[in-house]
């Protein structure tokens, strides 16, 4: 009986130790401060075409370049394929990407130090070098604090067309290998920087991975697949290389961690301006880019006369002066000077007889920003504004404002003008009365859709008529399949992170392994008591 009860203790125990192990080795990122850059081996022109992502559904994360130029390239999901000119930069340039998702968590390439959960957030395969062409494959992971990672939420291409001129044919392949950063790179004979050697989890010193930090335990054996050279090999998920997979023949080169047929780069289209119109955020003018993202301050609306009160509107700075006391003191300099002479009053531009310059935006909640690029799903709520200028020397009598909304919203209400409630139908059109020099009405009105059968994206137009003259302005909508918001919202719950993503993923081991404790302690006093 002594020797059963025995048994049945070691069993327990064993079977303890295997739930607590196998709970204890979950996949994670390294904590190492290390991670992988980008580096031109020769001066070139720069390109990005934004990839799926290998993860299914994601988050529209915004994509960008961070260093040397900061330049925004698109989102992760609503630019899929689209390809942006960065421009050239010069033999050995470090480019520092960045990826912010929609909870607003900026990452980089790089080092885990340049992130806000110290943590690294991007992989970086290829950098090979390919006759003129030098191409890299950019894998972010889009979660703060992930400890479950794949890096496939945001994939993108860059690829580098380098200067002929500086190419030398006679140089021998692989010829050395080098520390750049902290991983191992093949070089040739003309000290061109090739292909990855090897990825170094714990910094490259001496042109070989270092030894000084040892987190073997928590990486995940044959994580995924890498190129060497011209073979592929495997990876664990701290970088480390392992065993080979196989050789690329018959002409076929190693990319990405695959065998491929090389194919020359399509050609690229610029089709990104960062400094595309104008519009406020909070008191300053700012420039937004091609993609309706603010990129950049064009100027502050705040002045040196204290007397004012400074604000912005309609793209345009306002600053009144205000000689009550509410704003500067009696008496003080600027009172003196602004308040007891009549202040200048700039003059007001001339009319140019081509119609009313007309603004139009959008904005997902009362609390967004409004942007020229909004995204709205089955059953969601936008909000729209329409902007009318009168900078000519002459008052506008009968403006009529109209707008063509796309179908998929089916309801417009709450129509106001300057904040007043007003009755009309934007679609067929509205007349908001005059409008005096210099001075500008603003129409607001919501949106709502229902169902929405196909993913799309859609203009909105606007324009505005006075007197025959016309003026139009369009937005962009992105229209959300009822599909696609399931999928995001199952995915969104499968992401969640923190305590209670832990419990989510593990509490039926946990559910185990307390149910083996209460069984080892009964068994444990029944051997006892029998001893």
């Known amino acids: 009986m002594k020797i059963i009860n025995k048994l049945i203790v070691t069993s327990v125990l064993l079977s303890l130790m295997f739930v607590l192990a196998y ?57 899929i394929g689209t390809t942006v000119n960065l421009g050239q930069f010069s033999s050995g340039t470090e480019l520092v990407f960045f990826i912010t998702t929609p909870e607003n968590n900026t990452f980089f390439t ?27 494959q950019v894998s972010f992971e889009d979660l703060l604090n992930a400890t479950n990672t794949n890096f496939g939420d945001v994939v993108f291409n860059v690829v580098a067309t380098l200067d002929t001129n500086n190419i030398n044919t006679s140089c021998t392949y692989h010829s050395y290998q080098g520390c750049l950063g902290n991983n191992l ?26 030894n000084n930090y040892n987190n073997y335990n928590n990486c995940t054996y044959h994580a995924y697949k890498g190129c060497v050279g011209n073979s592929i090999y495997w990876y664990n998920s701290c970088g480390q290389q392992q065993d080979l997979v196989y050789g690329c023949t018959n002409g076929q080169t190693c990319q990405y961690g695959q065998c491929t047929a090389y194919v020359q780069p399509v050609p690229v289209y610029n089709n990104y301006t960062a400094h595309y119109r104008k519009a406020c955020y909070g008191n300053s003018i700012h420039w937004y880019d ?14 040196v006369n204290s007397c004012t009160t400074d604000t912005c509107s309609a793209g345009s700075c306002s600053n009144t002066i ?41 904005k997902q909640s009362v609390s967004s920003q409004w942007q020229k690029t909004v995204e709205v799903r089955p059953n969601g709520q936008v909000y729209f504004m ?12 009968n403006v009529i404002v109209s707008a063509n909304i796309p179908s998929e919203i089916s309801y417009l209400g709450n129509l106001q003008l300057d904040g007043v409630t007003i009755s009309g139908d934007i679609v067929s059109g509205v007349d908001i009365g005059s409008i005096a020099s210099a001075n500008t009405k603003s129409i607001t009105f919501e949106g709502r859709t229902q169902a929405i059968s196909t993913t799309a994206t859609k ?20 229209f959300v399949s009822d599909q696609a918001a399931a999928a995001a919202a199952v995915s969104k719950s499968e992401t969640t992170t923190g305590f209670l993503g832990f419990l989510k993923h593990w509490y039926l081991w946990i559910l185990v392994g307390l149910i083996l404790v209460f069984l080892f302690i009964v068994v444990y006093k029944r051997f006892s008591s029998d001893v």
């Not at 093949?186 to 270092?210: E, K, P, R, T, V």
């Not at 329409?386 to 009598?397: E, G, M, P, Q, R």
């Not at 003259?469 to 909508?477: F, P, R, W, Y």
């Open 23 to 79: 709970v204890g080795i979950k996949p994670q990122i390294a904590k190492a401060d290390f991670g992988d850059i980008i580096m031109l081996s020769q001066t070139g022109n720069v390109a990005v075409t934004i990839n799926n992502a290998s993860s299914g559904p994601m988050l529209d994360s915004l994509i960008g370049l961070q260093s040397p130029n900061r330049i925004v390239i698109g989102h992760s999901k609503t630019n």
């Open 110 to 136: 790089g080092p885990a130090s340049r992130n806000p959960d110290n943590l690294v957030h991007a992989r970086i395969t290829g950098g090979g070098s390919y006759g003129n062409i030098q191409q890299w």
């Open 185 to 210: 790179y093949w070089y040739n004979s003309c000290g061109q920087q090739q292909d990855l050697a090897q990825y170094c989890s714990n910094g490259c010193y001496n042109n070989s991975c270092g």
């Open 290 to 303: 091609s993609l309706g993202v603010e990129s950049g301050l064009y100027k502050s609306c705040i002045d």
């Open 322 to 362: 205000k000689c009550d006391g509410s704003t500067c003191a009696t008496g003080s300099a600027d009172y003196n000077t602004y308040c007891v002479a009549t202040p200048a009053v700039p003059n007001p531009q001339p009319n140019t007889a081509t119609g009313l310059p007309t603004l139009f935006s959008a």
């Open 386 to 397: 329409i902007s009318v200028v009168n900078n000519s020397l002459t008052k506008a009598d």
């Open 459 to 478: 203009q909105a137009t606007v324009t505005s008529n006075n007197s025959g003259a016309t003026q139009s302005d369009s937005i962009s909508i992105n």
